[in-house]
């Protein structure tokens, strides 16, 4: 089994940064898409930004020219760089990968996988 591990939320100003890091927990194979997703209270889960494995990006209209989705391919990690945070972007932030494939001895797997959150609070 694969966990992906977030980590880099916490309380933030308004206009301020934060950087998020999610990694596998273990080796992989490979992994095609990744990305961040965020909950907010009373709100529905909404798309932030994913990236392929080429390193095509997509983001989320609202935080174009503010966040930046990065990874390493040799950690297994993908980045949500945030900056000019606003208080309506406190949310739980969630990791997500899309069809990674990993083995365990000789059995292989490949799967989805969702982190299990970090909140991120944006507040002064």
């Known amino acids: 089994q694969v966990q992906l591990v977030e980590s880099g939320g916490g309380l933030v100003q308004p206009g301020g940064s934060l950087r998020l890091s999610c990694a596998a927990s273990?080796?992989?194979?490979?992994?095609?898409?990744m990305g961040w997703y965020r909950h907010a209270p009373g709100k529905q889960r909404e798309l932030v930004a994913t990236i392929t494995s080429g390193g095509n990006r997509n983001y989320a209209s609202s935080v174009k020219g503010r966040f930046t989705i990065s990874r390493d391919n040799g950690k297994n990690t993908v980045y949500l760089q945030m900056s000019g945070l606003k208080p309506e972007e406190t949310a739980v932030y969630y990791c997500?990968?899309?069809?990674?494939?990993?083995?365990?001895?000789?059995?292989?797997?490949?799967?989805?996988?969702w982190g299990q959150g970090t909140q991120v609070i944006v507040s002064s």
């Open positions: 997500t990968a899309d069809h990674l494939n990993y083995c365990s001895g000789s059995r292989c797997d490949e799967a989805d996988y």
């Open positions: 273990r080796s992989i194979i490979s992994v095609n898409s």
